[in-house]
């Protein structure tokens, strides 16, 4: 089991570029969250997905960012227009199937740099 | 929504020395309280976790309180060796319509002085 992918590891866009991060869950686990990490501060939650669906965004800024988990392939966070303040570590994490309150495994985060 | 505080932001602990980081939440329906350690560009990994029916965990060096009644829980490290300097989080989750919600805390920078 290879983990949680993330990719790409570090990412450089110029402002008013598109932002496109990608994250490949641990196999067998449908749950997958993104969090974006600040320097010098802590986790915070941004969306929740399961296959197919948008189970909780309110964390997600309302414009320029969208996120998905298509049926096949990884999810995909997506940032339109990047701005400097976009500049952060983004995390996914992914947890299998089930009621049962769980470990999430994170990713190696994607180092988003708007220059 | 469920809010995490987490203390202090930084620790600085002579080796061989404990740490004890504090974490306090909101919502009484939180049932699970990982612990997740961070080195520096690298991923958060979970080091130890407590769930509600439990009041104190142990695992080896490291060991988790829980107060379900004041809303607060702790991460306790013993013997403390340079290894352990890493941003330390707390977090609190709740089962939401089928599906855990995690809250976490600001983090904890743990400096290990040889």
């Known amino acids: 089991n290879a983990g949680v992918m993330q990719n790409p590891r570090h990412l450089v866009r110029r402002r008013g570029q598109e932002a496109r991060l990608r994250c490949s869950p641990m196999k067998g686990h449908s749950h997958v969250y993104w969090y974006r990490q600040l320097p010098e501060e802590g986790l915070k939650f941004m969306v929740y997905?399961?296959?197919?669906?948008?189970?909780?965004e309110s964390g997600m800024p309302k414009e320029r960012f969208s996120a998905e988990f298509p049926k096949e392939g990884p999810s995909i966070l997506r940032i339109q227009q990047v701005v400097r303040g976009d500049s952060a570590a983004y995390f996914c994490?992914?947890?299998?199937?089930?009621?049962?309150?769980?470990?999430?495994?994170f990713g190696q985060g994607t180092r988003l740099t708007v220059v | 929504g469920e809010n995490v505080e987490q203390h202090p932001s930084t620790l600085s602990v002579q080796e061989g020395d404990s740490a004890v980081i504090k974490c306090t939440y909101s919502d009484s329906a939180s049932n699970y309280f990982p612990w997740y350690k961070q080195e520096l560009g690298k991923r958060p990994q979970l080091i130890i976790d407590i769930r509600s029916n439990v009041g104190e965990k142990k695992d080896q060096r490291i060991a988790v309180t829980l107060n379900k009644t004041a809303k607060h829980f702790s991460l306790h490290i013993t013997e403390t060796q340079p290894e352990d300097s890493a941003v330390y989080f707390c977090?609190?989750?709740?089962?939401?319509?089928?599906?855990?919600?995690?809250?976490f805390g600001i983090g904890t920078k743990l400096q290990v002085i040889p």
């Open positions: 994490a992914s947890s299998p199937p089930g009621t049962r309150n769980t470990e999430a495994f």
């Open positions: 977090a609190a989750s709740i089962q939401s319509g089928g599906y855990q919600k995690v809250t």
């Open positions: 997905l399961q296959k197919e669906n948008i189970i909780d």
